[in-house]
Nanobody, 125 residues
Framework: VQLVESGGGLVQAGGSLRLSCTAS????????MGWFRQAPGKEREFVSA????????YYDDSVKGQFTISRDNAKNTVYLQMNSLKPEDTAVYSCAAGRTWFASPATFHSGMEYWGKGTLVTVSS
């Protein structure tokens, strides 16, 4: 499975972006998907996750109510709608796919098998 993120860019504080992560090589309709981010000089952190069916989602507390994750299994794509962006949201955002669901932001990455290279989001003040 290859994952390719798109939709990043430069946006002013308060603006919005929608990130996409499209899979190729095989269908990811049976995979849970997650979004992670890594800011300059910081460790990677969990952002959001969605179950294979789309029926379960969860978010890190830092983005709850601000970001929305969704997926379109027919398009083999997962999305991250980001609203009210802040400078502290600046990071490289990566998506991941896996078949094991860890219901904890701290360990969710452990269930991920495939990772994209990321797309840069820069929020200016």
């Amino acid at each position: 499975v290859q994952l390719v993120e798109s939709g990043g860019g430069l946006v002013q504080a308060g603006g919005s972006l929608r990130l996409s992560c499209t899979a190729s090589g095989r269908t990811v309709s049976s995979y849970h998907m997650g979004w992670f981010r890594q800011a300059p000089g910081k460790e990677r952190e969990f952002v959001s996750a969605i179950s294979w069916s789309g029926g379960v989602t969860y978010y890190d507390d830092s983005v709850k109510g601000q970001f929305t994750i969704s997926r379109d299994n027919a398009k083999n794509t997962v999305y991250l709608q980001m609203n009210s962006l802040k400078p502290e949201d600046t990071a490289v955002y990566s998506c991941a796919a896996g078949r094991t669901w860890f219901a904890s932001p701290a360990t969710f990455h452990s269930g991920m098998e495939y990772w994209g290279k990321g797309t840069l989001v820069t929020v200016s003040s």
